[in-house]
C-alpha cells in the first residue's frame, strides 16, 4: 500500500513534473470559443500564450467535476493505496467542492485538503506533502501537517499589464486605459485564499521593488521548505532581472530559485508578462 498525491493543474506542475514527482494531476479545462483544452495534456503553457496573445477571443477555464474526482478515488482504493488530494483554493474555484462530493465513501483512504492558495503557491504545498511522504507520514499526519503549513506560504505577483482584467470585467476600460497610460503595474498577492492588490507600480522596477520589500516585510524566506519563481508569456527576461537585483534576499542561502512557467488558469487573468514568487515564511 502506497500514498499517492492528487493535484489539479492549477498548481502549474508540468506532466513531466508529476511523473517525476510521483503525482496524480487531474487537468482544469481550457475553453477558446468552441475549442476545449486540457490544461497541460493537450494544451502546454508556452501553446496557451501564443494563441492568448494571437485571439481577441477570452478563454475560460472549466473546474474538475465530481466524477472525474470520483474516477481517480475509485481507481486509488481499488488498487489498495491512500491518497492525499490537494485542490486550489475553495474562495477561487469549485474544485474542492468537487473533490467533497467524490471523496464520500472513501473517507477513511482519502483526505481531501484546500491549498487556499493556486499557482505556484499550491505547487510548493504539493512538494511539501511528497517530502512529508518521504518521511514515512501517514495520510493524516500529512494532512494536519498541510492544514498548519499553508498558513506560512506568501504567494505575490507583479502584472505587466491590466488588459486581461479589463477583458475579464475585473476593472473598467477608464481604469485599464489610466493605467497603461501611466505605466502602472498592479502588485497582486493571495491572502486567505483570495487574491487581494497590494499596491500599483509606476514601471517594472518600481514594481520589482515593491515584491522585494514585501519579501522583507514577511520576516524572511524559510529555505528549509519548497520554495519557487514563476513568470506567464513566452519571455522570462523580466523575471531573470527580478532575481538578479533581489540577490540579497537569497545570497548565502541558495544558489538558485526554481522556477515554473504559469500555465491558463491564471494566465487567463494575468496575462503575459508577469512575475511570481511563492515561499514559506520564517
Known amino acids: ?36 483544452y486540457l490544461d497541460g495534456v493537450t494544451m502546454s503553457h508556452t501553446q496557451f500564450f501564443e494563441k492568448l496573445v494571437e485571439t481577441d477571443v477570452l478563454p475560460t477555464t472549466s473546474q474538475i467535476a465530481p466524477y472525474e474526482y470520483e474516477e481517480k478515488f475509485a481507481e ?30 472513501y473517507e477513511d483512504q482519502i483526505i481531501v485538503v484546500d491549498s487556499e492558495n493556486v499557482c505556484i503557491g499550491e505547487r510548493i504545498l504539493i512538494q511539501l506533502a511528497d517530502k512529508l511522504r518521504k518521511e514515512g507520514k501517514t495520510i493524516q499526519q500529512i494532512a494536519d501537517i498541510l492544514n498548519q503549513k499553508k498558513k506560512d506560504i506568501r504567494l505575490i505577483a507583479l502584472l505587466d499589464t491590466l488588459e486581461y482584467l479589463k477583458k475579464g470585467g475585473r476593472i473598467s476600460k477608464t481604469v485599464a486605459m489610466a493605467g497603461k497610460l501611466l505605466s502602472i503595474k498592479p502588485v497582486i498577492a493571495v491572502e486567505n485564499g483570495e487574491v487581494t492588490i497590494l499596491g500599483k507600480a509606476r514601471g517594472s522596477k518600481s514594481g520589482k521593488n515593491m515584491l522585494t520589500e514585501f519579501v522583507k516585510k514577511t520576516g524572511g524566506i524559510d529555505f528549509d521548505c519548497p520554495y519557487c519563481l514563476a513568470y506567464s508569456g513566452l519571455s522570462d527576461k523580466l523575471l531573470k532581472k527580478y532575481v538578479e537585483d533581489s540577490e540579497n534576499l537569497y545570497k548565502g542561502n541558495a544558489e538558485e530559485f526554481p522556477i515554473s512557467t504559469i500555465g491558463s488558469t491564471i494566465g487567463t487573468h494575468v496575462g503575459p508578462g508577469a512575475i511570481a514568487a511563492a515561499f514559506f515564511v520564517v
Open 76 to 105: 486509488i482504493v481499488n488498487n489498495g493505496d491512500t491518497a492525499i488530494c490537494i485542490t486550489l483554493s475553495s474562495k477561487l474555484s469549485g474544485c474542492y467542492q468537487s473533490a467533497n462530493i467524490a471523496v464520500e465513501g
Open 1 to 36: 500500500m502506497s500514498i499517492r498525491i492528487i493535484v489539479d493543474s492549477a498548481c502549474d506542475i508540468t506532466q513531466e513534473e508529476a511523473k517525476k514527482w510521483n503525482l496524480d494531476i487531474l487537468p482544469l479545462k481550457t475553453i477558446f470559443g468552441d475549442e476545449e
